[in-house]
């Protein structure tokens, strides 16, 4: 029907090849120019260090929101990770600085990031797996090397919660942006001048 | 690699082919449990739209019934691509992709037609599947030979998956009134997963062994003390496929389906699961046990998934029967009190991020449930924590209500000062249906205060007081503590704690325990 038909065997064998792969991928050029794309340039946003929330209505029987990808790039005065999603829009999401260790959400073993600050990205209700299992995206972790972004790692993808932690440079300014079609939830760190 | 010792092979081999006691339980068990839990058909909104296809393409109508119901419960649905490489479903029997073209083509209807209207969409899947069987050189009038073309028709390339989409067909053979036997079928080319036999905490489960798991502490912060229970927040089979994958980094020892008919154990219980991230915190769990503060909880809980969603409005009962029998067994095995400080939803001990099983999680019957599974009855202070067809409680306004001392059953407990003359009892009535012997068993919260020699008068429903025991309430709260076996006569028996005493201490109802 659409030339991305791939048979889920394929999938499957694919995704494990993707999961096997041991070095963090950098980030995609293709990747920045995308999330560049996706919201207004601003080299000197004032942004904030205080959580941001904003709940979405979880009904029973409607599939959480899949995450189709999650993109690092850099931007005039900030660095910038672009989470988007297979569904309609953004789903509900709650943004923190963490002072507590970041944990995983099942085993609850602590996770080590780079960086001085923590901010947790958590998503509700989302996943990043298909109903068959296989992860989406394959990549859980990336070391960005970036000014204000260090590092990325899904820390969470366990009943209805998606949540990656972002290791920074240290705990600065930050803003998100939404947008849909496609749906982008759009988290940019100030860097230090 | 490391060599494996050839007898083992051997024996793993054996195992998966016939052995008596069935260590490989997987696809044969889910058919089996499929065939056991669905014995009464049940009509489908398209019974006679299954039986015209199903004649016009040589597909037997129940077999169309079993993948309408296995998809999507017998519902048209309007699919979305949910991910890059998986079209969008459609309709009651899920079409998706080049099966939908293909089938709308064979069907002699539009695509979009397939998508939209019920009985294009189920003719042009007969048309897909007798296509598949045609291929398949598949004999039609025996179930199993379709085993290969459900399969195919279902696109999961996993073969333990699968074993599971065949078992939820034959599920719905099943309730259209077909026979069942496409799991049965398969069961041979599912790989065995384990060879370890002893894998297996609670007998009835399938095993599903999942990597997600490490070693429980040494000390006594690892003991195994609690059962959180969850809601997967997604249906059964992408609750236990996905916690058994690595990349999840999480798990549970245990995931009931949404009917009761399937239970999966994914974790042995002396493992320690990766199913809830906090750390314990006694003021969420009625000041129990706040030694614990600060230990991991996964350290000393057993965690059980159940396949639905937080924000349920009700619980299925056959769901929920099947998880108290579950951890009827578990508790019962590992010595966890039956009540609301062991059995704990993940939310209550995780607020800052989870609230499942969710605000509609019938709690207290809950219970009653797991109680019943284990043969016991309990009668606590408050009405409210009582099953009032079996168990009731009087306890007279002279008695004070309070929770300061943690560690009693329900809510809190009564207490009250001895005095000489006093007549106020406390009063537990339990309904014995059948005469019989029950071993009785008191609890109570400890103190310095407490009375110690508490008396209990246990009295038949004919009125005859079998025996007053005494207690020393000083010391042995929070626990059940017999009071001795007597042989009871049907119907309403009481045990009465009584105040009258010598003046100077005070005596503690918090709840009897009726044990068959």
């Known amino acids: 029907m659409t030339p991305r038909v791939v048979r889920p065997g394929i999938l499957v064998v694919s995704t494990l090849i993707a999961c096997h792969r041991d070095q963090p991928r950098q980030a995609d050029p293709s990747g920045a120019a995308l999330s560049l794309a996706a919201a207004p340039q601003d080299t000197a946003f004032p942004g904030t260090t205080a959580p941001i929330h904003r709940a979405r209505p979880i009904r029973p029987g409607v599939p959480p929101a899949l995450l189709r990808a999650v993109e690092t790039s850099s931007g005039p005065g900030y660095d910038r990770v672009v989470f988007e999603f297979a569904s309609d829009s953004v789903p509900g999401y709650h943004v923190a600085y963490m002072t507590a260790p ?41 070391a960005t090397g970036l000014p204000a972004l260090k590092d990325i790692k899904l820390v969470c993808d366990f009943e209805g919660q998606v949540e990656w932690a972002l290791g920074v440079a240290a705990a600065a300014p930050y803003r998100v942006s939404e947008t849909t079609a496609p749906a982008r939830l759009v988290v940019d760190i100030r860097r230090r001048p | 690699m490391t060599a494996w010792p050839k007898p083992a092979l051997v024996v793993l081999v054996a195992a998966c082919h016939g052995a008596p006691v069935e260590p490989c339980p997987s696809p044969r068990a889910a058919g089996i449990a499929a065939q056991q839990a669905a014995p009464v058909a049940r009509p489908s909104p398209f019974d006679s739209v299954f039986a015209a296809a199903g004649a016009e393409f040589h597909v037997p109508p129940a077999l169309l019934a079993g993948v309408g119901w296995a998809e999507t419960r017998w519902q048209m649905v309007q699919g979305a691509e949910e991910f890059p490489g998986r079209p969008a479903a459609f309709g009651v029997m899920a079409l998706r992709g080049a099966a939908l073209e293909r089938g709308a083509s064979l069907a002699g209807v539009t695509p979009e037609e397939a998508r939209r209207d019920a009985v294009a969409n189920i003719r042009a899947a007969a048309a897909v599947l007798d296509a598949y069987a045609s291929e398949a050189g598949a004999a039609r009038e025996r179930i199993e030979q379709w085993s290969a073309v459900i399969a195919r028709y279902g696109e999961i390339g996993i073969p333990a998956a699968q074993a599971a989409y065949l078992g939820q067909v034959d599920r719905g053979v099943a309730l259209a009134g077909g026979r069942p036997g496409l799991a049965v079928g398969s069961a041979a080319q599912a790989a065995c997963p384990s060879p370890d036999t002893a894998a297996l905490d609670y007998p009835q489960a399938i095993w599903r062994p999942s990597p997600n798991f490490d070693q429980r502490p040494t000390d006594a912060t690892g003991a195994l003390h609690m059962v959180i229970i969850h809601t997967c927040e997604s249906n059964y089979a992408g609750c236990w496929s996905w916690l058994v994958n690595s990349v999840s980094q999480a798990s549970a020892h245990y995931v009931v389906d949404e009917d009761g008919a399937e239970v999966s154990q994914l974790v042995r219980e002396r493992d320690r699961a990766w199913h809830i991230a906090a750390l314990y915190d006694c003021t969420l769990n009625r000041r129990h046990d706040c030694w614990r503060n600060d230990v991991q909880s996964n350290d000393f809980t057993v965690g059980i998934e159940h ?42 001990l995780q607020p800052a991020n989870r609230t499942d099983p969710g605000p509609n999680w019938p709690w207290i019957a809950y219970l009653h449930r797991v109680q019943a599974w284990c043969g016991e009855v309990i009668v606590d202070d408050s009405a409210q924590f009582n099953d009032a067809a079996v168990a009731t409680v009087s306890v007279p306004a ?22 000489p003359a006093a007549t106020d ?39 005859v007081t079998l025996a007053t025991v005494a207690v020393d309430q000083r010391i042995g709260g929070g626990s059940w503590h017999a009071l001795g076996t007597w042989t009871l006569p049907a119907g309403w028996n009481r045990v009465a704690l009584l105040r009258r005493d010598a003046s100077g201490a005070v005596v503690v109802a918090d709840a009897v325990r009726v044990r068959e």
């Open chain 1, 102 to 142: 970041v944990r995983r959400c099942g085993s609850g073993n602590p996770v080590a990031l780079a960086g001085a600050g923590r901010l947790v990205v958590r998503f509700e209700p989302a996943r990043a797996h298909d109903e068959r299992g296989n992860p989406s995206p394959a990549e859980r972790e990336r």
């Open chain 2, 307 to 348: 396949a639905g969603f937080a924000s349920q409005a009700s619980f299925p009962a056959a769901q929920l029967d099947r998880s108290a029998a579950l951890v009827c067994d578990v508790t019962r095995d590992r010595g966890i009190p039956r009540d609301w400080q062991h059995i704990v939803g993940h939310g209550q």
């Open chain 2, 398 to 419: 002279t008695w004070t209500a309070t929770d300061t001392t943690p560690d009693y059953y329900g809510g809190g407990y009564r207490w009250a000062p001895t005095q």
């Open chain 2, 425 to 463: 009892a406390a009063v537990f009535s339990f309904l014995v249906t059948a005469a019989g012997s029950r071993t009785l068993d008191a609890r109570w919260t400890s103190g310095t205060n407490r009375s110690p020699q508490a008396k209990y008068a246990v009295i038949t429903s004919a009125g």
